[in-house]
């Protein structure tokens, strides 16, 4: 069996690594002329890290992120509403990792060539069209900068081009531009120094006005006794113009600045945090429509093609990891490529779709949104603000949009393909 994938990112490198692991071909593809460590900060929730640990890259991930230890929501004066320990903290076998997006995908990139060979991933090849029979399926992709046309054969097609996926624009030609709702990010990355456990997550204010994100992500940084300190900066604008997503596009600072004037949490100067970073990056908040199909006899999709989310709860790239591993170990198991992408969408469709839905709802944001119109000066005691029935109700929204249950995945059989795991 041999599988074409469309897209280098951390999804597709995965998939790559899980098909390999199962003793299936996979060839890699992508766009770009050069894979370089480009964006900002991502979490790795418990179950996305103990996939990544089960191919191997456990001491990769460990040289190079921050095991988060703890979540903590404030007001945007700097007063604690609520908090909650992460990863092995709150009692999962794997932590959850806070690293840079770049160093993860150079990290899955340099286990693909090293385990399937330099030829295994292929750039500067720009995925056009599929065209599928009883017996195989064939990309048609153009070289990135001479457009001439090349056929590539396969048993499978997996789109795993993200946000604006041409395998998914093939399958889905009426779908339309991705769904924004109002609320504008800026990114950066700066050096600081550690704040709160060192290991901290800090998430500030509201998003019905403006809210922060911060936490590190360099075990490099905090060996030196420093912190490389990942912002998200999430503000509602009344702008009613869609905007273009495109993940690499630069902000300006003052743009960001005007909404955080005077934010300060222990140990974190926001506006000088944000003058230190290099680099702004914006984007607007997008997903799209739940799909009632991923994919089609040979061809199917995986991470952000088949479901793109709000960035609440760190589960995009998790779930990314997760559709990889499904995906090999379901086509290990089926008598034929067509059997076993069906059997990775009945495994996969319906879980992912209900965390776009629940991010959608930002369910924590309607509990921090009352302590905002209740204290907007700041409070002394969050039991003055909200009651035990509100407090809990974060919890709750934080569990819908996370999956905090550590039992059961500590618990849970590995996803590894039977056949890799009797060979173990």
């Known amino acids: 069996m041999k599988i074409l994938i469309v897209g280098a990112g951390i999804g597709g490198l995965t998939a790559a690594l899980s098909l390999h692991a199962a003793g299936i071909d996979a060839l890699v593809i992508d766009s770009v002329s050069e894979l370089r460590p480009l964006g900002v900060g991502i979490n790795l929730l418990p179950h996305a890290t103990r996939e990544l640990i089960e191919l191997g890259l456990g001491d990769a991930l460990a040289e190079l992120a921050i095991p988060t230890a703890e979540a903590i929501h404030l007001d945007r004066h700097g007063n604690r509403i609520w908090g909650t320990p992460r990863g092995l903290a709150a009692g999962y076998r794997w932590p959850q990792y806070s690293i840079h997006r770049g160093e993860l995908q150079a990290a899955l990139l340099a286990a693909v060539r090293d385990r399937l060979g330099a030829a295994s991933v292929r750039t500067g090849l720009r995925f056009e069209s599929f065209t599928q029979n009883t017996t195989e399926i064939t990309g048609r992709v153009s070289d990135s900068v001479t457009g001439v046309h090349t056929v590539l054969s396969a048993d499978a097609v997996i789109g795993a081009d993200g946000l604006n996926s041409a395998v998914r624009a093939q399958l889905h030609p009426h779908e339309g531009r991705p769904l924004w709702n109002g609320i504008r990010m800026w990114r950066g990355i700066a050096e600081a120094a550690p704040f709160l456990t060192g290991r901290s997550m800090i998430l500030a204010g509201t998003n019905s006005a403006a809210r922060l994100v911060v936490y590190p992500i360099s075990r490099a940084a905090e060996r030196r006794g420093r912190a490389l300190v990942n912002w998200v900066a999430e503000v509602r604008v009344a702008d009613t113009r869609h905007p273009t997503p495109d993940w690499n596009h630069a902000g300006q600072l003052a743009d960001v600045l005007a909404h955080y004037a005077g934010w300060r949490f222990d140990g974190v100067e926001v506006a000088a945090l944000m003058s230190a970073s290099e680099q702004i990056l914006e984007y607007p908040m997008v997903d799209r429509d739940p799909l009632p199909y991923w994919g089609s006899g040979r061809v199917t999709l995986l991470g952000d093609a088949a479901h793109p ?80 029935a509100e407090l809990a109700a974060i919890a709750a929204g934080y569990d819908r949009t996370t999956g905090t249950d550590a039992e059961a995945l500590n618990n849970r059989p590995s996803l590894s393909p039977p056949k890799r795991q009797h060979a173990e």
């Open 309 to 388: 989310m709000y960035p609440i709860g760190s589960n995009g790239a998790s779930q990314a990891i997760l559709d990889g591993r499904v995906l090999a170990r379901e086509l290990d198991a089926a008598d034929d490529p067509i059997a076993g992408l069906a059997a990775y969408e009945a495994a996969r469709r319906e879980t992912v779709n209900a965390i776009v839905l629940a991010n959608r709802d930002i369910p924590m944001d309607a509990v921090l949104n009352t302590v905002a119109e209740r204290a907007p000066e700041g409070f002394d005691r969050i039991e003055d603000v909200l009651s035990a």
